[in-house]
């Protein structure tokens, strides 16, 4: 049967995804945003050649994401995978974020209480603590060093253990295991011993709860007594990765754009009260998570024009809509001006991003206490020579040296 | 303005309280949606619009006051 995709395969060469980015490492790839501007919709060509759908348009990721015709489910045909090593990695022991409902707001709702904004706002204090005290010790008789090892990785590492109970000792084992799940390169083996590595990690701790539960996550989980161990495993392995990975990521690069927006810099530094606006627009404007949500059509939707059959899958590129002119004027500039709530750098429907709240307060309190504390501070290395993560799911920099 | 919240479809993402937070709110137990002030007053009536728009799952809807002086 013809359907638009299949005969879009046909016609001329269909763009690769992902594509590069171009000479701006904060802009998303200049193919997506060409694309965007034909049309919201687009037929693109995935690493092993089939071809799925690109919803590149802000309405239109909105539109696919908030409806439950679009299946998060990596079980289902048709769903879309970014390399041969995601689609291995696809496994019955599954996290919420690959479930439809009512499986996956029956999880989800365990967890919803923790993270709700009243009980995140209880954290301030102690955030604040911890990031003042890795700054005390950065500065300590030095005057540079590599932000995102010594602040932007250590705080939101440091504070996920703190609310699941998992012992930060163990961060380096985690965080390289971490690392190497959200790698789009990494090799089908390479992946299946980190997330087997991480589920047994898991399992592990979540013993040591049931003997001696901390009134952390992990243990009111278990105390629930509706789980599974593979359940509870799944889901505090979710919250491990995505509790650190994400905010580190954003915590460096934001610096790093402020860093290149000086006048938006120093504004920040002098009105410290415009911060939560400059966190949601630096989530607009930066959209780490960056190679698209996967999502399969259970039946034919149309969507920007386009019919999209049951069985096509669709990336919603969130970066690309972040960066929709009709929506959000003068997109391509950090402005913290710009009204940027309507962002979708959390998603959008039910699986919008479950951490908003505790990234946000993160957020706010880094930027905060890094300005505030490091006066003068500037790149340290020749911003041609930074490292992004390019290949990784989550976007950022390596490393990013920097001096006060 | 009526504000009707459905917390069957409440994903609880917190949105409206971020955006509105003298009408919603979200309740201990799950953080699920809570209703605090079902016919806002006007100089909520932006906000709660905003909220509407931002809710991820749609469980936030309005009803407008003068929906029942349609013409007929």
Redesign the interface.
């Known amino acids: 049967m013809t359907t638009d995709l299949t005969s879009a395969v046909r016609q001329a060469d269909l763009l690769a995804v992902p594509a590069a980015r171009g000479t701006c490492p904060f802009d998303p790839p200049p193919a997506y945003e060409q694309a965007r501007r034909r049309a919201p919709v687009v037929p693109v060509r995935l690493f092993d050649g089939t071809a799925t759908w690109m919803i590149a348009g802000y309405h239109e990721v909105r539109q696919v994401l908030g409806d439950p015709r679009f299946s998060a489910d990596d079980r289902a045909p048709g769903f879309p995978f970014l390399s041969a090593g995601r689609r291995e990695l696809v496994t019955e022991r599954r996290a919420f974020i690959r479930m439809d409902d009512p499986e996956h707001a029956r999880l989800r709702r365990m967890l919803t209480g923790e993270f709700m904004l009243k009980r995140i706002e209880e954290l301030r204090p102690r955030v604040q603590e911890l990031a003042d005290e890795l700054l005390d010790r950065m500065i300590a008789g030095r005057r540079e060093a590599d932000l995102v090892a010594e602040f932007a990785l250590p705080l939101p590492s440091l504070v996920i253990c703190m609310m699941l109970g998992v012992p930060y000792e163990d961060h380096e084992y985690f965080q390289a295991c971490s690392r190497t799940l959200l790698d789009n390169s990494a090799k089908p083996e390479q992946l299946a011993a980190a997330r087997d590595g991480l589920v047994e990690y898991m399992h592990r701790l979540a013993e040591g709860k049931r003997r001696e539960p901390d009134g952390g996550i992990v243990s009111r989980l278990i105390e629930r007594g509706e789980l599974s161990p593979d359940e509870v495993a799944s889901m505090c392995l979710l919250l491990l990765i995505a509790g650190h990975e994400t905010t580190a990521n954003m915590t460096a690069l934001s610096v790093l754009a402020l860093l290149r927006n000086p006048r938006q810099l120093a504004r920040l530094r002098m009105e410290p009260e415009v911060t939560r606006d400059a966190v949601e627009e630096l989530l607009r404007y930066l959209s780490i998570v960056h190679t698209g949500l996967p999502r399969v059509a259970t039946e034919d939707v149309t969507v920007g024009g386009r019919l999209i059959r049951a069985g096509e899958g669709v990336l919603c590129m969130l970066s690309t809509a972040n960066r929709d002119e009709a929506v959000f004027p003068g997109a391509d500039e950090l402005d913290l001006d710009h009204p940027a709530r309507r962002h979708v750098a959390f998603g959008f429907g039910v699986h919008q991003c479950l951490g908003q709240p505790l990234a946000r307060l993160e957020l706010q309190i880094a930027l905060d206490r890094i300005l505030q504390r490091l006066p003068g501070l500037r790149l340290n290395a020749d911003f041609d020579g930074l490292r992004f993560r390019h290949d990784l799911v989550v976007y950022g920099v390596y490393e990013l040296p920097v001096a006060w | 303005m009526q504000v009707h919240a459905d917390r069957e ?1 409440c ?5 409206c ?3 509105a937070p003298e009408v919603f ?2 309740r ?5 949606v809570v209703v605090l002030r079902s016919t806002p007053p006007a100089e909520f009536e932006a906000d709660v619009r ?1 909220a509407v ?2 809710c ?3 469980a936030i809807s309005l009803t407008e006051e003068d929906a029942a002086a349609l013409p007929g």
């Open positions: 479809r994903c609880g993402a917190g949105m309280a971020l955006t709110d979200q201990d137990e799950d953080g699920l905003e728009s931002l991820p799952s749609g």
